[in-house]
């Protein structure tokens, strides 16, 4: 997508200097600086600490972990080492631990000397199959946004939750992708960015990604969306997720499960959008099973932000000795979850259509 008018992606293999590159998203909407990584150090910090975040880059940075590992050794127990250090840097998004997966399968059985070229080969197809199934995922939510438009013949008012556009995936991104293709396809969208505390990726990830590309929107703190749908002024809802579970309960970013349930109140559609690398098909029931990851909670008793001399700064904004509890992500039951748009088409968030895309994609 584009950044003042230029493309750029989050995540690329640089062939010429043979280095692994990232944007750190710790530094939008005020800064975009390009980091290299260099050691399997740099990229579970980059993980941790959300230099990259969302599932589906999550997943695609540690194969490209993977690569950077092998660089420092291709004996099978040291990659085993550095896969299961990779997968231990957050919890929740299933993504991660399915590329380590994808990569450590398909390496078995390799001759040593191969095997960093293979592993190379593995993360850039997952990084391109990332930026094909995002795509298709826009193009089959774009039909659902088309379906409003042409019954109303109005702007089409889209609430999204934390961040998951194309900074969140390789390009374009899952629950905006079908925004991006929408206003590529002229049809008028305005979307209600969540702020989406504490870390804000609503505020700083998703409204600069919209306004890089003119698209209209406008921020709301976490509490006003129920407001808004009482008063029709949203037509329909759609989220990303982390991991859903096989019986389609979904898990994202905490406050997503709040939204639902307003949707679900005021008949308002709840879309949920993911590729296939961001369903659980080992777990059956979510709410029960999903790993929910907890974090500092600095995150919670600071805001980031610029002083009026562009500095950055760290606030605090909570009382000296305060407890601050910050759970990272929720889960939403998927009786609230109108549908979920996938790579292979819209489904049910129930088992048995998504056992049915279990075998469809490994088709
Ligand atoms: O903590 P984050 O910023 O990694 O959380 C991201 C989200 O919750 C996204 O909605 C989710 O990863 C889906 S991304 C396409």
Known sequence: MLVNDKHLTTIWYEHKS?????IDQRLIPFEVKIVELNTVDEVCFAIK??????????GVTAAF????????????????KASDRLNKTRPTAVNLSWALNEVMTKIAGLNQDKISIKILEIAN??????????KKIGEYGCEVIKKIYNKTNKPVNILTHCNAGWLATVDWGTAL????????????????VDETRPRNQGFSLTAWELLNENIKNSLIVDNVGGH???HNKIDLCITGTDRTASN????????TYLKALAAFDNNVPFYVSAPISSIDFNIEDGVRDIPIEER????VSHINGIDENNHLKKLKIVPKGATCVNYAFDVTPAKYITKLITEKGIIDANSISIKKLNEKSLE
């Open 18 to 22: 043979d280095k692994v590159k990232i």
């Open 49 to 58: 600490e959300m230099q990259v975040r969302g599932a589906p880059l999550i």
């Open 65 to 80: 972990g993977m690569y950077i590992a092998s660089k420092e050794n291709t004996s099978l127990d040291y990659l085993k």
């Open 125 to 134: 197809q997952i990084r391109q199959d990332d930026i094909s199934n995002c």
């Open 177 to 192: 992708a079908p925004v991006f293709v929408a206003n590529k396809n002229n049809i008028p969208v305005h979307v209600w």
């Open 228 to 230: 808004l749908m009482q």
């Open 248 to 255: 389609g309960d979904v898990c994202n970013k905490i406050g």
């Open 296 to 299: 500092n909670s600095d995150e």
